[in-house]
């Protein structure tokens, strides 16, 4: 893999990795008739996670790339799971509601990391801490208050099953460091196509859609394992701090490709979510300057 050591170089290549993710949003939007095909966008796009992913692993590793699986443990299944609950709860939420409301969900998640690794790995939570997730609670809440339909609702509640799902893969990373990440990534691929394939035969679903959407179930797919790889190369050598703040790339990127007219989607966030996203942003940014002065580096490798 390219080792970068100068921060200077890296910060842009994290940045292009959030910028590779925040289209995710805009290419859902252009599947024809989204909510009908659930279960069809997760079979393609685990089954394209999965191979890039190994392909990826096999250029970098050779042929040991294999033994990977053997060292992923009980906490890479468990993170593995979680990201697919996290990926598949991703698409019922911004299929129910605004790309703002599931990406701002999605924004959330570090902190929700914190009380998961409160809970099950016994690691304290300073009271700056807490006011963080305060304040990002307060902004959830106020999105919620306001965006009361039916649909709307469902799309908020799976947007924050989604960054449970991410925030469970993050905690089982700092349960066992040395489980293989990129390796977690590809068994939650394989979880969704395993899955998604299951539901499309209990349901008697047909597993092709059209040929457009496939092409976009693909694309999204893609873009996340391109993501992952450039985020794998920059991110060993950025403090944690500054990752956080790196990581609002994906949230107001996606917020932005589905509201610029001139991208044909127009998607305008409600008041509520304005105020509710800047109470999250908020949050994100107290919480970053607090831990300034933790210098840990975070790799995905």
């Not at 659930?38 to 079979?43: I, S, V």
């Not at 605004?98 to 990391?113: D, W």
């Not at 092409?215 to 701090?241: D, E, M, Q």
Request: charged letters at 10%; proline letters at 3%.
């Amino acid at each position: 893999m390219l080792d970068i050591k100068d921060a200077k170089v890296a910060i842009p290549v994290v940045l292009i990795a959030g910028l590779f993710w925040s289209f995710g949003p805009y290419v859902v939007r252009h599947i024809d008739e989204a909510q009908q095909v659930p279960w069809q966008y997760l079979f393609t796009r685990g089954i394209v996670i999965f191979l890039i992913l190994n392909l990826f692993l096999y250029l970098e590793e050779g042929k040991d790339f294999f033994y990977n699986y053997k060292k992923v443990g009980i906490s890479g299944l468990i993170g593995g799971v979680g990201l697919g609950i996290a990926m598949i709860s991703f698409i019922y939420s911004i299929t129910n509601t605004s790309a703002a409301v599931t990406l701002l969900c999605l924004a959330a998640m570090p902190f929700i990391t914190a009380l998961l690794g409160f809970m099950f790995l016994k690691e304290e939570i300073s009271i700056n801490v807490w006011v963080a997730i305060s304040i990002a609670a307060v902004g959830i809440l106020i999105m919620a208050i306001d965006n009361t339909g039916q649909n709307t609702v469902v799309g908020l509640i799976f947007g924050l099953l989604s960054s449970i799902g991410f925030a469970v893969f993050s905690t089982t990373l700092r349960w066992k460091k040395e489980t293989p990440k990129f390796t977690t990534v590809a068994i939650a691929g394989l979880f969704c196509c395993f899955f998604s394939g299951a539901m499309i035969i209990f349901n008697d679903l047909n597993f092709l859609s059209t040929g457009k959407n496939h092409a976009l179930f693909a694309t999204h797919g893609t873009l996340v394992c391109l993501g992952l790889i450039l985020y794998s190369i920059g991110s060993k050598h950025i403090p944690a701090a500054e990752l956080t703040l790196l990581s609002l790339t994906e949230v107001i990127g996606g917020i932005f490709w589905v509201w610029v007219p001139l991208l044909g989607i127009n998607e305008i966030p409600s008041q509520s979510t304005i105020i509710g996203g800047f109470f999250i942003f908020l949050s994100i940014i107290y919480y970053s300057l607090i831990i300034r002065t933790n210098r840990r580096f975070i790799g995905l490798n």
